[in-house]
């Protein structure tokens, strides 16, 4: 499970996730920085804008966002996330890259 923290500072970032072709991860967003500045975060819309990255599972807790994120390709996915208190609204960007497992080599840039 791996947790983003967004913080009231704009700063531009994109959250990146490596995974491996069929895995499931649990991944947060935690919002509630962003929220004392703002208020009670009310909505967050996933939306996967490239690729085929499967999104399941969510919910919204006391500021935080949580997803199960599947991945049964290898390939390059982009998922937005859209935060809003009702007035303001906070866009995240998660890109995840999902790797081959059987095409993965293991011998560290040597060659023999």
Not at 21 to 26: D, L, N, Q, S, W
Request: charged share 25%.
């Amino acid at each position: 499970m791996k947790t983003y923290y967004i913080t009231p500072e704009r700063v531009r970032r994109l959250h990146r996730r490596v995974m491996f072709r069929g895995g499931a991860e649990t991944i947060k967003f935690d919002y509630s920085a962003w929220a004392e500045d703002s208020a009670t975060i009310t909505s967050v819309i996933v939306t996967v804008e490239v690729g085929d990255a499967g999104i399941s599972g969510e919910t919204l807790t006391s500021d935080v966002k949580s997803m199960l994120v599947t991945t049964d390709n290898a390939g390059w996915s982009m998922i937005k996330l859209v935060a809003t208190d009702g007035t303001n609204k906070n866009v995240q960007f998660l890109e995840v890259v999902s790797k081959d497992p059987e095409r993965v080599v293991s011998d560290y840039g040597r060659c023999d």
